[in-house]
């Protein structure tokens, strides 16, 4: 039995020691659990509005191109009435055929968007995603989202949680160690009751063996104390500063991580805040741009503008449209990588409903 203050006794005893060792464990167990499942939530999520930001500019795309076989037809019109030249109905020729062709690579854009996502759902090959009702998603982090009002909270990120609890390993078994280098002493008691004779002498064997007991020839006690310390205990004190060093290391990671994803956090918040301006200019642009394009469209029947000027317009709503996609888009990648960081996606995570065809 080990006397106190000595070694393997107290609450770093060795038995001790693997009970909190284990439980340990579980925890880190349990914030491994949770990493994965927030890296993973993360990753889904990007992969989702890449869907959308790619379905988002098909749609501009097919959209612009409507546009542009209508003013084709009225620039076709407008030739056969002898009011534009052939190098006016060229052009819009020309714009229409490269419009058609950005709608086949839109296209090819969405399919590598939804192969990505049914990579990561494991819904197989050949599955063609349709992201429904994103767009009340789509507003979200145009209001503050939680967590904004403290951006350098990152305790619950289960990566920051994994690594403290790696410390608390290190610590327990610095602990440990530092008990495993005190002075090995011991004591113990035993008690010996025997016959003295080989024969009990009692017919009953029964009685016979209950007088071992209460009425023994012979009681024996012996106590001994045993004190053991290896000649300057070098390899207990070389065990406890390579758990102290393994403990300090521990905790510098901590540092370094939880440093890191308040970078990361802060980054985030950033790209969200420039984001959210970029939401406010792009779609101010957007209604000037479409304005423009429709003045430019009432003017040609008069041969107030050309037909050059008419494409420029077009492309410019086209740019506007896609500039303000593209904003709102990365409002929501940067509000998933905030929360990311402080590791609140499992409480905000909404599931994304998405059609298969």
Request: glycine share 6%; aromatic share 8%; with cysteine.
């Amino acid at each position: 039995m080990p006397l106190p203050f000595t070694k393997d006794f107290g609450p770093y005893s060795s038995r001790d020691t693997e009970v909190k060792l284990a439980k340990v464990m579980q925890d880190v167990a349990d914030w491994s659990a949770k990493d994965s499942a927030n890296n993973a939530l993360l990753e889904g999520e990007l992969a989702y509005w890449d869907l959308v930001v790619r379905l988002q500019n098909l749609l501009a795309l097919d959209r612009h191109n409507r546009n542009l076989k209508s003013l084709l037809d009225k620039t076709h019109r407008l030739y056969d009435d002898r009011l534009c030249t052939e190098y006016d109905l060229a052009l819009v020729k020309s714009a229409y055929t490269k419009s058609v062709d950005g709608m086949e690579q839109g296209a090819a854009a969405y399919r590598t968007a939804s192969n990505r996502l049914a990579e990561l759902t494991d819904a197989g090959s050949g599955t063609l995603f349709f992201p429904k009702g994103y767009a009340v998603l789509a507003d979200l982090p145009l209001s503050p989202i939680p967590g904004e009002d403290n951006p350098e909270d990152v305790s619950g990120n289960p990566s920051y949680g994994r690594q403290l609890a790696s410390v608390a390993l290190a610590e327990i078994e610095e602990k440990h160690r530092s008990n495993q280098t005190l002075p090995d002493l011991s004591a113990s008691q035993s008690l010996t009751l025997t016959q003295g004779y080989s024969n009990f002498g009692y017919a009953d064997p029964g009685r016979s063996m209950n007088e071992v007991f209460t009425n023994p020839d012979m009681v024996r006690q012996d106590y001994g104390l045993w004190y053991t310390y290896p000649l300057f205990n070098r390899a207990a004190n070389a065990s406890h500063g390579q758990a102290m060093l393994d403990a300090r290391e521990e905790r510098t990671r901590a540092r370094q991580l939880e440093n890191s994803l308040r970078r990361t956090a802060a980054d985030a918040l950033t790209m969200l805040e420039g984001a959210r301006r970029r939401v406010t200019i792009t779609a101010k642009g957007v209604e000037l741009a479409r304005a423009a394009y429709r003045k430019a469209l009432d003017m040609q029947s008069d041969r107030e503008i050309t037909e050059y000027e008419i494409l420029s317009k077009s492309s410019n709503q086209l740019t506007a449209e896609l500039a303000y996609i593209n904003a709102r888009m990365d409002c929501q990648k940067a509000a998933a990588r905030f929360q990311a960081a402080l590791g609140a996606y499992q409480e905000r995570y909404a599931t994304r409903d998405g059609g298969e065809s």
